[in-house]
């Protein structure tokens, strides 16, 4: 009879447990769901715009210029798009966010930290310096610092939401970075407009006028205007907080503030910044060692703090796609990325050739961020009624929002075409209408003369002639122009 209670009650206990599990998975499920679709709504969109950057905070060492994200099409993907430039020795000071992020690099090179919190820092200098306190006695130490990446043209970098990072351009000419937050994401807890905790202070954003002049203004967020000449993060503790939280004085607690520094977010750093960091050759070697060696492993090998940050989709080399007539594509996804698995994006680069087309298609399950970097294309987008939301020129470096589910078609013109695409979507997919691999082409033939009340024969032209998969070569007799 004990027996049979004691077996009564860790069955009971087993089931309570079992109960609880599955109601905290089922939670976690929605809210994940949930924090993705909370925008849905919001996607009732007439027209599309190909757009500039609307908005700029000025700084001393570069400039950050801001697409407006209260526009339809930015509130239908819940994404905040900005773009900053970065003069030789310019330092883009620590920031952190609320949402993941994406950066490409349009141009330049430089060197990134990215600030994990617990993981160790094991970047160590092997000499000892001096340096005083304000009690007058010295002490030698040395320097020691989580890892400091390289990176260049065409680097797709990943940051996790609320990891501060910093940025330096070390290279002779300016650094252009495009980034994009994604605030649908379900990292962010709060609601969908961006905000951007720096540790500097900022100055007021100003309006980006047609004309290329500026003038002073405020950045407005859809709940209310937001005052974008804030302190930093620091700037509303009180100063002796600060200094015994630190153990310093309250001098440097004040600078630390910056209520005197009205530099702003990017600083220029006279004499070059002096960092612990490995040659970018050693670095190279050891990504592509790691890179290697994870393909082989069980999926464990990689950890927050030696998650591989950055990859490159400029070198031909990597393209997925390629058609010699056409152009190529590569992309990085949570496949040849892992990181991205955690932050649910992807980013795709694109090289179209002269007047080559990229075959009408749709993203089956992510919206789509396209910024043009060199040439331009005839776009047209298609929504779900069978309405074009947009058809006209995209030029170098405007950008373009194509929501789920809507049908794009690029061609390239006479100078080519060439862009880069982040997607809401760590593995995002798409479907063709013409080519190879398209819908069309696994509908039966009778099933397309019927549908479109055409002949068999035009159904059967309309299925195979087009044998490539997505980049189709141009059919008019124009001189093809090859570029890489």
Not at 140 to 155: A, E, L, S
Not at 289 to 309: D, H, P
Not at 424 to 450: K, Q, Y
Request: net charge positive; aromatic share 8%.
């Amino acid at each position: 009879m004990a027996k049979s209670k004691s077996l009564l009650f860790f069955a009971l206990c087993f089931l309570v447990l079992f109960q609880c599990s599955v109601a905290i998975q089922g939670a976690r499920g929605q809210r994940q769901q949930g924090q993705r679709q909370e925008g849905r709504g919001e996607c009732q969109l007439g027209r599309l715009t190909s757009q500039e950057p609307q908005y700029r905070v000025q700084a001393e060492a570069g400039v950050t210029e801001f697409w407006d994200y209260n526009d339809d099409q930015f509130q239908c993907a819940n994404v905040a798009v900005c773009r900053s430039i970065i003069q030789p020795r310019g330092l883009l000071l620590p920031s952190y966010s609320n949402a993941p992020k994406l950066f490409y690099i349009i141009q330049g090179r430089g060197m990134t930290g990215v600030m994990c919190s617990g993981c160790p820092e094991t970047y160590q200098s092997s000499q000892q310096s001096e340096r005083y306190r304000e009690g007058g006695q010295s002490q030698r130490f040395r320097d020691q610092h989580q890892k400091v990446r390289n990176f260049r043209k065409g680097d797709i970098i990943a940051l996790p939401a609320g990891v501060a990072h910093w940025c330096y351009n070390d290279g002779d000419e300016e650094l252009v970075i495009l980034a994009m937050e994604d605030t649908g994401n379900n990292q962010n807890q709060l609601d969908n407009n961006p905000r951007v905790r720096r540790k500097e202070k900022t100055k007021n954003h100003a309006p980006k006028q047609p004309n290329k002049s500026f003038r002073t203004g405020e950045y407005g967020s859809r709940r209310g205007q937001e005052q974008h000449n804030a302190g930093n993060v620091f700037s509303g503790f009180d100063a002796e907080v600060l200094a015994e939280s630190f153990g310093v004085g309250r001098e440097t607690a004040r600078k630390l503030q910056g209520q005197d520094d009205q530099r702003g977010h990017i600083v220029r750093v006279e004499s070059g910044l002096q960092v612990l960091r490995p040659s970018s050759s050693q670095e190279e070697q050891e990504e592509q060692e790691r890179g290697g060696r994870y393909q082989a492993a069980n999926g464990l090998e990689e950890t927050v703090c030696s998650a591989r940050l950055i990859e490159n989709i400029n070198d031909p080399s990597r393209a997925d796609i390629y058609n010699p007539r056409a152009g190529r594509l590569t992309s990085v996804n949570g496949h040849n990325m892992p990181i991205l698995n955690f932050l649910r994006l992807s980013a795709e680069r694109g090289v179209l050739y002269r007047n080559a087309l990229m075959a009408p298609h749709w993203k089956i399950n992510a919206h789509c961020v396209l910024y043009a970097t060199r040439g331009e294309a005839r776009m047209q987008v298609v929504d779900q009624r069978g309405q074009a939301v947009f058809d006209g020129r995209v030029r170098e470096g405007e950008l373009l929002v194509v929501p789920q589910n809507y049908v794009v078609a690029k061609q390239a013109g006479d100078e080519g075409f060439e862009f880069v695409a982040f997607k809401t979507h760590e593995n995002a997919m798409f479907s063709t209408l013409s080519g190879r691999t398209s819908a069309i082409r696994a509908i039966p033939v009778d099933v397309l003369a019927n549908a479109y009340g055409m002949s068999r024969d035009e159904a059967r032209r309309l299925k195979t002639n087009r044998n490539e998969a997505i980049l189709l070569e141009p059919r008019s007799g124009s001189q093809r122009q090859r570029r890489g």
